[in-house]
């Protein structure tokens, strides 16, 4: 995902998207891939604060991980889906989870905290110069509308 608009790119956001959009409708869980776990700060694919993590392209990879991960809060049933999901784990709410998922880890990638940590993350690429224009404005989009979920409680 080094390139901008690379085909790898396009493809892990129209992937996120799908998977997102399947995930909300109950269809196939696929959220245990969800890109959203990739732009925390303790992911161990997350830029080092150097220059060095500009050069590398490390920077451009965490602007297609944002882009990618928003497009599971940018449409109304996959944002709610996500807002919904991120308060029932919060609320100790048992979910149905897959062989492969453990509850640690449900725990882990969907809370309140991470919900807070996502807007936290997107509103630093939205205000970072160092990230493309169009980046920028779709991650300032999807903080309004996880705003916007808040808002319907």
Excluded at 55 to 71: F, I, K, P, W
Excluded at 108 to 128: N, P, V
């Amino acid at each position: 995902m080094q390139k901008l608009q690379s085909e790898t790119r396009v493809r892990w956001c129209n992937l996120q998207s799908a998977m997102a959009r399947l995930t909300s409708q109950n269809l196939i869980d696929c959220s245990f891939l969800c890109s959203l776990d990739d732009i925390m700060p303790q992911n161990c694919g997350y830029p080092s604060a150097d220059d060095k993590a500009r050069e590398t392209g490390d920077m451009n990879r965490l602007s297609g991980d944002a882009v990618a991960g928003a497009q599971w809060v940018l449409h109304s049933e996959e944002g709610r889906w996500v807002y919904a999901r991120c308060k029932q784990e919060s609320a100790g709410v048992k979910q149905e989870s897959h062989e492969w998922e453990t509850e640690e880890r449900c725990k882990r990638m969907w809370s309140l905290e991470r919900w807070s940590e996502w807007k936290r993350q997107f509103r630093f690429i939205a205000g970072d110069d160092q990230f493309d224009q169009d980046s920028r404005h779709l991650v300032e989009l999807a903080v309004e509308r996880m705003e916007d979920y808040e808002r319907g409680d």
